[in-house]
């Protein structure tokens, strides 16, 4: 990483410098993921941005492709363009989450550029769809990797717990504790939703 600044960082990747855009929310966290050598790696989205007679790429940058995935999830509501999520999403993507889920629209409409209209588009468009999200955890506490290859439903929701930073044998149990409690459930994100159902209570008591 050479330079880090108001909603973008400039990484330089084989000689060639890159600007790369991050919601506030992930930005504040890029000093310590950066490693000692100033090592940085990113998931990125990429989009064109259309001006009169050319199109620009843009780079939007996350750590992690469950992090951009909701990202992609959440310009999926009407008049939430890019530009518009980047500039929303000042708030950690967990607690967005879970307002969408909770219909909080207090916590929506606190996002900028996001009104009452707009809250209210967000939690009917995605609302009961994006539980797992709120499972990201802020800080990083494992450094294995998701299990590679054809995997079952529960290696699948495993891994997507993994890559949210959980230890994999805490994952493993909330999965295990899930199915328990629907085991009728038929994919993987089926599943992690019923993971943050069932541990939705603690966060909440732990806010």
Known sequence: MREIGDHRLLLEVQGISY???????????????TGPGGELELVTFHYQQLEVGRGIPVLI???????????VRFISVSGVGPRAALKALTQPIPLIA?????????????LPGIGEQRAK???AKLQGRV??????????????????????LEEEAVAVLVQLEYKKSEAKEMVRSAL???????SSEELLNEVYRQRRPAMEAAA
Do not use: C, H, W
């Open 131 to 152: 539980g797992k999200y709120g499972l990201i955890q802020a800080k990083e506490t494992s450094t294995e990797a998701p299990a590679a290859g054809e995997a079952t």
């Open 180 to 186: 328990k409690r629907n085991p009728s459930m038929k």
């Open 121 to 123: 588009e967000i939690v």
């Open 61 to 71: 940058g996350f750590f992690n492709e469950v992090e951009r995935e909701f990202f």
């Open 19 to 33: 600007e790369v855009l991050m919601p506030a929310s992930l930005l504040r966290t890029v000093p310590e993921r």
């Open 98 to 110: 879970q307002a969408i889920d909770q219909g909080d629209l207090a916590i929506l409409r606190s």
